[in-house]
């Protein structure tokens, strides 16, 4: 398993941006949505070996089609494929073939990270801070949110433009978080 040796918010910002997207994707390079498909599949490659542990934080599958699900997730280099349901997952999830390319598929979890300790993974961010997320969010993902319990947190979801959290705890990783970041780098 790779071990992330993380020491804080900042170190974490300056990986997601130097190694997952280190090549100045921007929003607009991305506009279909095969094109945006492979820019993540080459970057996550990029970063990952074979033996390597790579979470995917919800949303895994959103407006395509199951075949490009399948193949998009087969063309990952990482052996070791692990899911939290997003939102928008629950339309590919009867399919069993695509299950199966993941060692494990949960409404959250939570994994060790050298230097951070227990850390929780999950797709919406606490659910005491849904309220700072979407209008309705409370009502549609109390149930589905994890409550705050002290641990640090990584989710996606919220397609905030800033990596913060409502808390320190709390650090966003969804992908417009990143894309974001990195246009703005390249002004």
Known sequence: MRRCCAHDRKTAEDWAKEETFGAGLTFRQVADTDAHDKAIVDHINAVVGPDDELWILGDIGFRTSLTHLKNCLRALNCKHL??????????????????????????????????????????????????????????????????????????????????????????????????????????
């Open 82 to 187: 692990h899911g939290v349901i997003g939102n928008h997952d629950d339309w590919w999830r009867e399919d069993r073939p695509a299950l199966n390319l993941f060692e494990s598929l949960e409404p959250h979890d939570t994994v060790e990270i050298e230097g951070l300790g227990t850390v929780n993974l999950s797709h919406y961010p606490y659910r005491e801070d849904l309220t700072y997320s979407w209008p309705d969010d409370v009502a549609k993902f109390s149930g589905k949110a994890l409550p705050f319990n002290g641990r640090r947190l990584l989710y996606g979801h919220t397609h905030q433009l800033s990596p913060d959290g409502a808390r320190p705890e709390a650090l966003n990783v969804g992908i417009d978080t990143a894309l974001t970041a990195v246009e703005m780098y390249a002004r």
